[in-house]
């Protein structure tokens, strides 16, 4: 918790999003004690046991968030700048399986549909869009596949992911690295 609110003190952001809290429940004093006082609003996609969850919170004084909308996967809101244009954000925490990671696919598409203009999807997808994000030959390239597709179909375009070129590792001596998120 004390390094998040290092780096969130750090970036001074107005909206943060975090992917993978493993928390049933957030309350105010965790996301102050996490993001610092600013951050006195927030809506959160509880996790399964030990996996998963969601947390949206932001500044009031500089942006406005509304409209909540949850599904196991995905939690999506209307974010309000003080000035200027809303925008739909689609925070994610793709599932593990890869019969769960196609209803996932099509869950996105929904999403989409339901949420007309400017739209930002962001977070831990459990999916390589690319055999370049992964540092090895064991890749699931149907699946990238239809990642990609579904990408595609969705209009999105990546951000670029500045400083490293993978986002997980499985932390052994010959270490698996994969960019599983995006943005």
């Known amino acids: 918790r004390n ?19 493993k928390m049933e429940v957030v309350t ?13 609003n927030f809506f959160y996609l509880p996790a ?6 969601i947390l949206l919170a932001w500044d009031e004084s500089v ?15 209307l974010v309000m700048p003080v000035e200027g244009r809303q925008w739909w954000f689609t925070g994610v925490y793709g ?6 990671k196609l209803l996932f696919l099509r869950e996105l598409v929904e999403i989409r549909e339901l949420h007309a203009g400017p739209w930002m999807l962001a977070g831990d997808f459990n999916l390589l869009a690319s055999e370049r994000d992964k540092n090895n030959v064991a890749i699931y390239r149907r ?5 990609r597709s579904t990408l595609n ?5 990546e951000l670029y992911l500045s400083g490293r070129k993978y986002t997980w590792s499985n932390e052994r001596q010959h270490a698996t690295l994969e960019k599983i998120d995006h943005v």
């Open 3 to 21: 390094v998040v609110a290092q780096v969130v003190a750090a970036a001074n952001p107005s909206v943060v999003c975090l992917q993978e809290t």
């Open 28 to 40: 105010l004093d965790v996301v102050r004690h996490c993001l610092g006082y600013k951050f006195g």
């Open 48 to 53: 399964s046991g030990t996996g998963g969850g």
């Open 63 to 77: 942006v406005r968030v509304s409209n909540p909308h949850y599904t196991d996967c995905t939690l999506t809101a």
């Open 95 to 100: 599932p593990q399986l890869d019969h769960e």
């Open 143 to 147: 699946m990238i596949g239809r990642f």
């Open 153 to 157: 179909r969705l209009e999105l375009k």
